[in-house]
C-alpha cells in the first residue's frame, strides 16, 4: 500500500456495531429452531415413505420383506 493510502485509512474505533456481543436474538434462533424441527419432520416423513415404497414393491414381487 502507498503511504497516501495508509495515512488516510482510519484507525481505532470507527463506525458504532448495532450487535451486542453474546447477545441472542430471540426471533431468530426461534425462526431457527422452527426450521430445524421442519426438517426433521421432512426427514423422518421421507425414511417412512420409502420404507413403505419398500414394503410395497418386496409385497408385489411376492418375495419376503428382509426389513422388518
Do not use: C, V, W
Request: proline fraction near 4%; avoid cysteine; charged fraction near 30%.
Amino acid at each position: 500500500m502507498s503511504e497516501e493510502l495508509m495515512a488516510a485509512a482510519p484507525s481505532g474505533g470507527g463506525a458504532p456495531r448495532n450487535r451486542t456481543a453474546g447477545q441472542i436474538h430471540s426471533a431468530s434462533s426461534e425462526a431457527t429452531r422452527q426450521m430445524r424441527e421442519q426438517a426433521k419432520r421432512r426427514r423422518e416423513a421421507e425414511a417412512k415413505l420409502q420404507l413403505h415404497l419398500m414394503e410395497t414393491r418386496n409385497k408385489s414381487a411376492g418375495t419376503p420383506d428382509t426389513a422388518l
